[in-house]
C-alpha cells in the first residue's frame, strides 16, 4: 500500500477491516494498531483514521488503554 495516497490508504485498511468483520462473525478484537502499521506499510496515524472510520460506521470502539473491540 506505499503507493497509495494517505487518503486511500486509510479507506483500502478500513474496507479491508470491514470485510474482515463480515467474514468473521465471531471476531471480537481488531489487530493491534503496530501490527496494522507493519502490514500495510503505513503511519499509525493513518491506521488510526482507518479505526476511526469503523468507529463512525457503529463497526468498531476503542478500549481504555488502547485496542479496538468489533462492536456486536
Known amino acids: 500500500m506505499t503507493s497509495q495516497q494517505p ?3 486509510y479507506l ?3 474496507d479491508q477491516l470491514r470485510q474482515e468483520i463480515r467474514n ?3 471476531m471480537t478484537d481488531l489487530p ?3 501490527d496494522l502499521v507493519a502490514q500495510h506499510a503505513v503511519s499509525r496515524s493513518t ?3 482507518a479505526l476511526a472510520v469503523l468507529q ?5 470502539e476503542p478500549l481504555p488503554g488502547g485496542g ?3 462492536r456486536p
Open 32 to 34: 493491534p494498531v503496530a
Open 56 to 60: 463512525q460506521e457503529g463497526l468498531a
Open 24 to 26: 468473521r462473525p465471531s
Open 47 to 49: 491506521v488510526r483514521r
Open 7 to 9: 487518503q486511500s490508504a
Open 68 to 70: 479496538w473491540n468489533v
Open 12 to 14: 483500502a485498511i478500513a
